[in-house]
């Protein structure tokens, strides 16, 4: 974490993009450790709280974007080289899918606020062929509202932090 504390701290708004990128291909970068963190630089001043909330949207939109595009064009090819080493048979995917459209948009808003489904989510809306316009809408509704709690709560408990 020390590492991305210095990362964002010296790269300021790059630096967020940067982590939220490398957090959502999968390495072990805490996500909402991060936007907490950003929250609390725009407490002392060193980002700004409007631009840094602007930045971080744009970089959670563009993952979810991202995450989809993979999940739709190379998703089923890879699950149905590799699933079977995951266990993850054709009746299991075609219940994923069943579930993706039903509730699909849904789970994108409420799998963002859970570690690890945050990183799947959108891989399988994508491997479910959800329309793009859906995944548009509710990949942004979920960077407003995901980026605007975490980095205005640690705005708000910056103010604690000696």
């Not at 390495?27 to 002392?44: A, E, H, N, Q, W």
Request: hydrophobic share 45%.
């Amino acid at each position: 974490m020390e590492q991305v504390n210095h990362f964002i701290s010296n790269y300021g708004y790059i630096g967020i993009i940067f982590s939220q990128i490398l957090g959502t291909i999968g390495l072990p970068i805490p996500d909402s450790t991060v936007m907490l963190l950003v929250g609390y630089f725009t407490r002392i001043g060193t980002l700004q709280y409007i631009f840094a909330l602007l930045v971080s949207i744009a970089g959670v939109f563009g993952n979810i974007l991202i995450s989809y595009s993979i999940g739709k064009r190379a998703g089923r090819p890879l699950i149905g080289r590799f699933g079977k080493w995951f266990g993850l048979k054709e009746s299991r995917i075609l219940k994923v899918e069943k579930w993706m459209n039903k509730f699909g948009p849904w789970t994108i808003l409420i799998g963002y606020f859970i570690p690890g489904m945050r990183q799947i989510t959108c891989y399988l809306s994508g491997i479910s062929r959800m329309k793009l316009k859906t995944v548009c809408i509710f990949g942004l509704l979920t960077a407003v509202v995901w980026c605007s709690i975490f980095i205005t709560v640690g705005r708000l408990f910056g103010t604690y932090v000696k």
